[in-house]
């Protein structure tokens, strides 16, 4: 029964690792799509606001580039943070309810395990109590 328990453990072990690389991978790609949106969108603002600028005077058009490329940076900033805040929030979120199944799992295991040893071991003790009586 040690044997099988400890199978069974290490099937369940495994099988998290599986999962979590699982997990691990979708949110690596999640992350270089977004990564990825955001570089297309930027490059598509830069581009708008490059055109405008040229329009206007050298000293202007200076000024207005270094105030967009300040501010393109700080909200390239701030959503890579609150991506990464929310893929962390998410991934959290999935080992909680991964780890919550786990032992869930495990307890009905160890209780089905625990059942047949009663079984077992009362299907044992007749037997014992038969022989002696047969004696």
């Known amino acids: 029964h040690e044997r099988e328990h400890d199978r069974e453990i290490s ?3 495994a099988k998290h690792q599986e999962e979590m690389e699982k997990l691990r991978a979708e949110l690596k790609e999640e992350q270089r799509h977004l990564l990825d949106e955001l570089r297309q969108q930027m490059a598509a603002t ?3 606001e490059h055109e405008q600028a040229q ?4 000293t202007l ?3 207005e580039l270094e105030a967009l490329r300040l501010t393109l940076n700080n909200m390239h900033t ?6 990464q805040s929310n893929l962390r ?3 959290e979120t999935a080992l909680v309810e991964l780890r919550e199944m786990l032992n869930d799992k495990r307890a009905q295991e160890v209780a089905i395990l625990q059942s047949r040893h009663q079984l ?11 022989e002696k009586e047969d004696l």
């Not at 077992?120 to 038969?130: F, G, V, Y």
């Open 55 to 58: 329009l206007q005077s050298q």
């Open 89 to 91: 929030k998410e991934k």
């Open 61 to 63: 058009h200076s000024l």
């Open 11 to 13: 099937e369940l072990a």
């Open 120 to 130: 077992e071991w009362e299907k044992i003790r007749e037997q014992c109590l038969k």
């Open 46 to 48: 830069h581009r708008a």
């Open 78 to 83: 701030s959503q890579l943070e609150l991506t």
